[in-house]
């Protein structure tokens, strides 16, 4: 990776074992700890800081704003661990990996509330290694083995859930918790406390404020861009963004209407058509799914050498946010098919929720199950791995509709997204500002809407919706819905279109099947989705393992099973 922060606890003669000096910009030896930080935008406004007074260290690597007048973020929160301890984390705001190493004693590395940078470990090369790249981390291990339940939870579900990863000796340090020398040790930043407030002022403001801290980003701004309510609203925020981009086909509806805001707030618009940059899951780009979760949502990889931008925002959970996603919503059945109705369901099935918003799929699983040698039936496999879950956040949440949201959270899929940004530009998150994620916690599921978003971006510009996205006419979700079913069923009305391109026909164009699972026959008849997953494990396991070393016997026939 281009950026990357990779540390030991031990002295430098121990980093020294495991990783060169001068792979790094910076190596800084504390009390307890040695860290290597590479990152060529170290210094910058909002970005990457380092820090040292005496014996004492402090790294904050990402995206990170403090309190005042402060540039660097690490200094300021160094000084104010002093007074406060632990608790200057709180005031810590925006997509970081953070690390303290004190004299008095206190040694630890903690990420952001929601995890959006991971914290990988390992104790097996016999002290404890941490950093931000997996396939790094993992190279200390001296006989790595695959994890099975990790393997299988990424080949059924897209992710890898809590601190699994597809190896069973390197970990990922769980949401809202810090690392120390031999234990995890969890935080309350990141726990559901609801209340009665003015949510779509607040809301409004407090995006207003996330969007200025995001403007002291450096050199030329730029913006993925979809037709959709999320990236828009970054438009208005922040007026500097000059350049924006999308992947799509020019005449697609959703390239259109995205040109269309482009043109509204004054930035030039590029599209990409989808080719097989778009799904091509080599090294480059599985890389950045560090095992655990899919690269397909990685869509713009292919085409960032032609963004020529220093700094790259993007809407990324927004409506994981603010508008609700995983929150469990009430359907009402129209001629067998079901329809959101836009209000919340009184009594969710949890375990039900989660399987289908992760886009679990029984008859693929199935059809999995039968063409591979794990032995596990899917279904009770990924219920109970998901009641696990569930079980290991009940503690944040104050109702099965935010325990659901917690739980998608601390396990979001399209995190690799993010991930793969800031290895290539100066990425800003502003879902995930301290502001925001109070008012997420804060406010009650049911005011958690496209509807409470949509009017408090209306507050920031009252003309945000003169583009309506392509797919949503109406203000009203069921209205959509509804729209939406009934030009499926007649035959005279042209049905919307999806936002992203259409995988199969890029995946059989291509021939990916000949190129990368020629081995693998019997998984041909796979969807598109599975395949790329089992694509993704067997690429980054062969990035940091000798092939053997990255076998996975399970991927073999029934009938040819080793294990």
């Given at each position: 990776?281009?950026?990357?922060?990779?540390?030991?606890?031990?002295?430098?003669?121990?980093?020294?074992?495991?990783?060169?000096?001068?792979?790094?910009?910076?190596?800084?030896?504390?009390?307890?700890?040695?860290?290597?930080?590479?990152?060529?935008?170290?210094?910058?406004?909002?970005?990457?800081?380092?820090?040292?007074?005496?014996?004492?260290?402090?790294?904050v690597w990402g995206e990170a704003y403090v309190p005042?007048?402060?540039?660097?973020?690490?200094?300021?929160?160094?000084?104010?661990?002093?007074?406060?301890?632990?608790?200057?984390?709180?005031?810590?705001?925006?997509?970081?990996?953070?690390?303290?190493?004190?004299?008095?004693?206190?040694?630890?590395?903690?990420?952001?509330?929601?995890?959006?940078?991971?914290?990988?470990?390992?104790?097996?090369?016999?002290?404890?290694?941490?950093?931000?790249?997996?396939?790094?981390?993992?190279?200390?291990?001296?006989?790595?083995?695959?994890?099975?339940?990790?393997?299988?939870?990424?080949?059924?579900?897209?992710?890898?859930?809590?601190?699994?990863?597809?190896?069973?000796?390197?970990?990922?340090?769980?949401?809202?918790?810090?690392?120390?020398?031999?234990?995890?040790?969890?935080?309350?930043?990141?726990?559901?406390?609801?209340?009665?407030?003015?949510?779509?002022?607040?809301?409004?403001?407090?995006?207003?404020?996330?969007?200025?801290?995001?403007?002291?980003?450096?050199?030329?701004?730029?913006?993925?861009?979809?037709?959709?309510?999320?990236?828009?609203?970054?438009?208005?925020?922040?007026?500097?963004?000059?350049?924006?981009?999308?992947?799509?086909?020019?005449?697609?509806?959703?390239?259109?209407?995205?040109?269309?805001?482009?043109?509204?707030?004054?930035?030039?618009?590029?599209?990409?058509?989808?080719?097989?940059?778009?799904?091509?899951?080599?090294?480059?780009?599985?890389?950045?799914?560090?095992?655990?979760?899919?690269?397909?949502?990685?869509?713009?990889?292919?085409?960032?050498?032609?963004?020529?931008?220093?700094?790259?925002?993007?809407?990324?959970?927004?409506?994981?946010?603010?508008?609700?996603?995983?929150?469990?919503?009430?359907?009402?059945?129209?001629?067998?098919?079901?329809?959101?109705?836009?209000?919340?369901?009184?009594d969710p099935d949890p375990v039900e929720e989660l399987?289908?918003?992760?886009?679990?799929?029984?008859?693929?699983?199935?059809?999995?199950?039968?063409?591979?040698?794990?032995?596990?039936?899917?279904?009770?496999?990924?219920?109970?791995?998901?009641?696990?879950?569930?079980?290991?956040?009940?503690?944040?949440?104050?109702?099965?509709?935010?325990?659901?949201?917690?739980?998608?959270?601390?396990?979001?899929?399209?995190?690799?997204?993010?991930?793969?940004?800031?290895?290539?530009?100066?990425?800003?998150?502003?879902?995930?500002?301290?502001?925001?994620?109070?008012?997420?916690?804060?406010?009650?599921?049911?005011?958690?809407?496209?509807?409470?978003?949509?009017?408090?971006?209306?507050?920031?510009?009252?003309?945000?919706?003169?583009?309506?996205?392509?797919?949503?006419?109406?203000?009203?979700?069921?209205?959509?819905?509804?729209?939406?079913?009934?030009?499926?069923?007649?035959?005279?009305?042209?049905?919307?279109?999806?936002?992203?391109?259409?995988?199969?026909?890029?995946?059989?164009?291509?021939?990916?099947?000949?190129?990368?699972?020629?081995?693998?026959?019997?998984?041909?008849?796979?969807?598109?989705?599975?395949?790329?997953?089992?694509?993704?494990?067997?690429?980054?396991?062969?990035?940091?393992?000798?092939?053997s070393e990255a076998s996975l016997p399970w991927l073999?026939?029934?009938?040819?099973?080793?294990?």
């Amino acid at each position: 990776m281009n950026r990357e922060l990779f540390g030991v606890f031990g002295d430098r003669e121990t980093f020294e074992r495991h990783r060169a000096s001068d792979e790094f910009d910076r190596v800084l030896t504390g009390p307890s700890v040695t860290v290597g930080i590479r990152d060529d935008a170290l210094g910058a406004p909002g970005w990457t800081a380092s820090y040292a007074d005496g014996d004492d260290r402090c790294v904050v690597w990402g995206e990170a704003y403090v309190p005042g007048d402060e540039s660097n973020a690490a200094r300021w929160l160094l000084e104010r661990y002093k007074n406060v301890g632990r608790d200057a984390l709180d005031l810590l705001n925006g997509s970081y990996l953070a690390l303290v190493d004190a004299d008095r004693g206190d040694t630890f590395v903690a990420t952001d509330p929601v995890r959006s940078r991971e914290c990988f470990y390992t104790d097996a090369p016999g002290t404890r290694v941490f950093g931000t790249d997996a396939a790094e981390v993992g190279r200390t291990v001296p006989e790595p083995t695959v994890n099975r339940d990790g393997v299988l939870e990424f080949l059924h579900l897209g992710v890898a859930l809590g601190e699994k990863t597809a190896v069973s000796e390197l970990r990922r340090l769980p949401i809202d918790s810090v690392l120390v020398a031999d234990s995890i040790e969890p935080l309350k930043r990141f726990v559901y406390r609801s209340e009665s407030f003015d949510y779509v002022g607040e809301l409004a403001e407090r995006l207003e404020r996330a969007f200025r801290r995001r403007s002291m980003l450096p050199g030329t701004k730029g913006l993925l861009l979809s037709a959709g309510y999320d990236s828009r609203v970054l438009l208005t925020g922040i007026p500097e963004i000059e350049q924006s981009f999308t992947v799509g086909a020019p005449d697609a509806r959703e390239v259109e209407v995205a040109g269309q805001l482009a043109d509204q707030y004054g930035a030039t618009h590029t599209a990409f058509p989808p080719d097989e940059r778009y799904l091509r899951p080599d090294e480059s780009k599985v890389r950045y799914s560090q095992g655990i979760k899919e690269s397909l949502h990685i869509h713009h990889a292919g085409y960032t050498d032609e963004m020529a931008v220093d700094t790259m925002h993007h809407g990324l959970l927004c409506d994981t946010f603010l508008r609700g996603h995983f929150t469990a919503e009430k359907t009402v059945d129209v001629l067998d098919k079901r329809i959101p109705t836009g209000r919340l369901e009184p009594d969710p099935d949890p375990v039900e929720e989660l399987l289908a918003t992760f886009g679990y799929s029984r008859d693929a699983s199935r059809d999995l199950a039968e063409r591979t040698s794990f032995g596990v039936d899917p279904e009770t496999f990924v219920r109970d791995a998901v009641a696990d879950e569930l079980d290991a956040q009940d503690a944040r949440a104050d109702s099965v509709q935010n325990a659901l949201t917690c739980v998608g959270i601390s396990n979001q899929p399209s995190m690799p997204f993010h991930t793969h940004l800031a290895d290539q530009f100066v990425a800003s998150f502003p879902a995930i500002d301290r502001e925001l994620l109070d008012w997420h916690l804060r406010a009650p599921p049911e005011h958690r809407t496209t509807e409470t978003f949509l009017e408090a971006c209306t507050r920031v510009d009252n003309d945000i919706l003169r583009h309506r996205p392509p797919d949503r006419p109406h203000d009203e979700t069921i209205l959509n819905e509804v729209e939406r079913f009934v030009r499926r069923k007649t035959p005279l009305l042209e049905s919307f279109q999806p936002p992203w391109p259409d995988r199969q026909t890029l995946f059989d164009r291509y021939e990916f099947d000949q190129r990368y699972l020629n081995d693998l026959e019997h998984v041909h008849d796979l969807p598109v989705r599975h395949k790329l997953r089992l694509i993704d494990l067997r690429t980054w396991l062969e990035c940091w393992t000798a092939p053997s070393e990255a076998s996975l016997p399970w991927l073999a026939p029934p009938e040819f099973a080793t294990v």
